[in-house]
């Protein structure tokens, strides 16, 4: 079992910066897959990025690549998701997710792959 704990959200301007922060319990951290998720208001939850146990390989939603990067720490059971020039459209509850499974880019993106949800963190970015 593994619990995920969110910390690092709150209220931001536009084009302001945020790192979001993923604390995990357990030992074997570096065994799961790390995904962020979002979900905005009204809105199907959606994959961010995602990361492989060992760092070593990234994947990003299209829309997403350029301002967002993910990465972790496993020695600390942490992964990160660093958000810049941050638009009002970002607004949004965002999960980190831990998932047991091999590393695949086809099931990476769906949040059926994953095993493990914190509870979020509410990201909001003001115009």
């Known amino acids: 079992q593994v619990q995920l704990v969110e910390s690092g959200g709150g209220l931001v301007q536009r084009g302001g910066s945020l790192r979001l922060s993923c604390a995990a319990s357990g030992r074997t951290f570096s065994s799961y897959s790390m995904g962020w998720f979002l979900q905005a208001p009204g809105k199907e939850r959606e994959l961010v990025a995602a990361?492989?146990?060992?760092?070593?390989?990234?994947y990003y939603a299209d829309s997403m690549k350029g301002r967002f990067t993910i990465s972790r720490e496993n020695a600390k059971n942490t992964v990160y998701l660093h958000l810049n020039s941050l638009k009002p459209e970002d607004t949004a509850v965002y999960y980190c997710?831990?998932?047991?499974?091999?590393?695949?880019?086809?099931?990476?993106?769906?949040?059926?792959?994953?095993?493990?949800w914190g509870q979020g963190t509410q990201v909001t970015v003001s115009s």
């Open positions: 997710a831990a998932s047991t499974g091999a590393w695949d880019i086809v099931t990476v993106p769906h949040g059926q792959w994953y095993h493990y």
């Open positions: 990361i492989s146990g060992s760092g070593s390989v990234t």
